[in-house]
Every structure is written in C-alpha cells, then in structure tokens.
C-alpha cells in the first residue's frame, strides 16, 4: 500500500489484548496466591507473559530490521516514547521515596518515635549493598563502553561488553536474592519492611527486565540485526539501564545509608 508519509502505521495485532488478558489473569491468580500460597497458576501465566513478550518482540524486530518501516521519523517518536516512559517511572519511583521521607523524617508513636522502628534490624550498608552498588556502577560503565564500541562499528568489543553487563545484572540479582532469603525482617514488620521490600523489590524487578531487554540486543547482535546507525533496541534498552542504575544510587543512600 503506497503512502506519502514517512510514519509506520502498525498493522493489526493479536499481543497487545491477549497480553492484557494475561496480566489481569496473573493479577488475580496472584490474589490467590497470598491466600491459598499455590504459585503454580501464577507460574503458568508468568510464562505465557515472557511468550508474549518475546512474540511481540519478534514482530518489532521484523518491522524494523527486514521491512524497513522504522524511518528516521519512527524511531525518534521512539525515542520520544521512551523519555516519556522513563519519566513515568521516575514518578513511580518517587512515590515510594516520598512515603520513606515521610514515615523517617518524623516517625510516629507507633514505631516508638525512632527509625529504623524499634526492634527492627537493618542491613549493613558496607556488605551486600555496597557490593551491589559497585555491581551496578561497574554495569553502567561496561554498557557504556558497548554503545561507544557499536559506535566505532566494533561488534566484538560491543557484543564483550553487552555480555559483562548482563552478567554483573544476573549477579545483582543472585545478591538481591540472597538479601533477602537472610533478612532479620520481613514486609509485614511496620512500615519499615514494607517501604524497603516494595521499594527494592520494585528495582528488582527493573533490574530483571532490564536484564532480558539486554539479552535480547545481544541476540539482535549476533545475527547482525544492528549497525551503527541503526540500533535503536539496544540504545533504547542502555538509556533504561541507566535508569535503573540512578534509582538504585538514590535508593542505596537514602534507605540503606541514611536510613539505617
């Protein structure tokens, strides 16, 4: 069909209802979950979502690797739409930093007038996440360091440097694990655990799909889905690495460090 635009108008897609069909499901089964503590439906639409993901990525990448439908004007309204995305998660994040302030800076009768609340233990901020933050760190400077190579047209040094940052992402997250498995609280100890665990568990889980976003660009690579003037999926999936890297800074500081 001709067109005298240089926009992709998408084709009709099944993913985007049948995901969100998912989602409400894995919502309710997870309601379930809390109350009856069978994770196996959970499981099961946890991995009908990943299916769907990947599906719906496999669509994109054939959109924009083999039909050529992301013009210049497309992927910068991408770009675009990713700086928005960021930004809401910004906010996401900025309400449960609000609530931290909130509860700490003035703690009520019920937390016995302190924070950390009383009898309350709090994590060391020199062991596991000073490792996690030099983790990190160390993540964002081998990420850098994939972009500038795919850059210069460097695809082994790009495809080095992807591969240390997906390692030093799943060793953050074996960390986190562990963290949590030892902690001396859980979520339902005042308002404490559940502001700590709901709010690292948020970046957790960032830090998770920012994991598989960067899998699936070092996949891309290997089958020389990118060049240097067209990788927008893996500079798309960096700018969100980073992201993750700057909520985590402002997380270790504020309730590892300042709030211990």
């Not at 309710?28 to 599906?55: A, E, W």
């Not at 308002?191 to 996949?219: A, C, K, P, Q, R």
Request: aromatic residues 20%; charged residues 10%.
């Amino acid at each position: 069909m001709k067109k005298n635009h240089q926009f992709h108008l998408v084709d009709p897609s099944p993913w985007p209802i049948i995901i969100s069909m998912i989602i409400l499901n894995y919502a309710s089964f997870l309601i379930l979950y809390f109350n009856t503590n069978n994770s196996i439906p959970m499981n099961i639409f946890l991995l009908l979502i990943l299916f769907t993901m990947f599906k719906w990525w496999n669509d994109i990448q054939r959109e924009s690797t083999f039909q050529g439908n992301h013009t210049f004007n497309v992927t910068n309204s991408m770009k675009y739409g990713m700086i928005m995305f960021i930004t809401s998660e910004v906010l996401f994040f900025f309400s449960f930093f609000w609530s931290f302030f909130h509860h700490s800076l003035s703690p009520n009768m019920e937390m016995g007038l302190k924070w950390p609340p009383m009898n309350i233990i709090s994590f060391n901020p020199l062991h596991i996440p000073l490792l996690n933050t030099i983790i990190l760190l160390s993540s964002g400077i081998s990420v850098t360091w994939a972009h500038s190579a795919m850059m210069n047209n460097n695809f082994y040094k790009t495809k080095q440097s992807l591969m240390i940052t997906i390692m030093l992402g799943l060793y953050f997250t074996f960390l986190q694990y562990y963290e949590y498995k030892y902690s001396p609280f859980c979520i339902s100890d005042s308002i404490y655990g559940s502001t700590f665990f709901i709010t690292t568990g948020f970046h957790g889980i960032h830090v998770i799909i920012g994991t598989m976003f960067l899998i699936h660009s070092f996949f891309r690579m290997q089958m020389l889905h990118f060049s240097n003037n067209h990788h927008l999926g893996m500079e798309l999936s960096i700018w969100y690495w980073h992201f993750v890297d700057v909520v985590w800074l402002f997380l270790y500081m504020t309730i590892y460090w300042w709030g211990k």
